[in-house]
């Protein structure tokens, strides 16, 4: 098995940095859907369920200057600067807050 070698401070590739189910706004007929979603390098991707990681991304936002704002006690806004938009529910305010936190973090990483 061969070592990786990461500078201080960075994520090993592939390692997540956070990964969890989460509700995606899809839209007005369907509303929130319930997605898998992960954080790594600077970028959150979700998918329909974890089988799909290996295969199939359904969606990606940059980090890189997105604004990330709380819309009440379980919902969060990533925007990227209009392109992008992700409309995202929790199922709490402490697992809100444990992604928006996770967020801001890979987002000063980024810049």
């Not at 390692?15 to 509700?23: R, V």
């Not at 706004?25 to 329909?48: A, D, E």
């Not at 200057?65 to 938009?85: M, P, R």
Request: charged share 20%; proline share 4%.
């Amino acid at each position: 098995m061969s070592d990786v070698i990461v500078p201080k401070g960075q994520p090993i590739p592939g390692d997540p940095e956070k990964k969890g189910w989460l509700f995606k706004w899809t839209n007005y007929l369907k509303g929130y859907q319930r997605r898998w979603f992960v954080l790594s390098n600077g970028l959150l991707s979700y998918y329909r369920n974890q089988a799909e990681v290996s295969h199939t991304c359904r969606g990606t936002i940059s980090l890189l200057g997105a604004l990330i704002h709380t819309a009440d006690s379980c919902t969060f806004v990533i925007s990227n600067g209009g392109t992008q938009t992700f409309h995202i529910r929790a199922h709490d305010e402490v697992e809100r807050q444990s992604w928006v936190t996770a967020l801001e973090l890979a987002k000063a990483k980024a810049m």
